[in-house]
Nanobody, 116 residues
Framework: QVQLVEPGGGLVQAGGSLRLSCAASGSIFSINAMGWYRQVPGKQRELVASITSGGSTNYADSVRGRFTISRDNAKNTVYLQMNSLKPEDTAVYYC??????????WGQGTQVTVSS
């Protein structure tokens, strides 16, 4: 069993900042990639940002320069610092972890709402 816990999220005004975190625990002995996705009703879940075990990062064009993904390997935790938030960033954000054995695990999702 692998659990991903995502505290954080909430309501913020446009231009503001939020920091999401996601901690993996349970039967996960090594982690490869970690990432954040988001989804709005009626649309597919989309990749926001990802980070490899070596620290290489990838961002969606819509968030590049505003969001920063990072990870703490000792804590099996991934973070998403979101700055200059826009109303179109409103979504449910999900963390994803790819284990060393190739398993894919999802967090429960956390709502981020950006008011104009």
């Amino acid at each position: 069993q692998v659990q991903l816990v995502e505290p954080g999220g909430g309501l913020v005004q446009a231009g503001g900042s939020l920091r999401l975190s996601c901690a993996a625990s349970g039967s996960i002995f090594s982690i490869n990639a970690m990432g954040w996705y988001r989804q709005v009703p009626g649309k597919q879940r989309e990749l926001v940002a990802s980070i490899t075990s070596g620290g290489s990062t990838n961002y969606a064009d819509s968030v590049r320069g505003r969001f920063t993904i990072s990870r703490d390997n000792a804590k099996n935790t991934v973070y998403l610092q979101m700055n200059s938030l826009k109303p179109e960033d409103t979504a449910v954000y999900y963390c994803n972890v790819i284990s060393g054995r190739g398993g894919s695990y999802w967090g429960q999702g956390t709502q981020v709402t950006v008011s104009s």
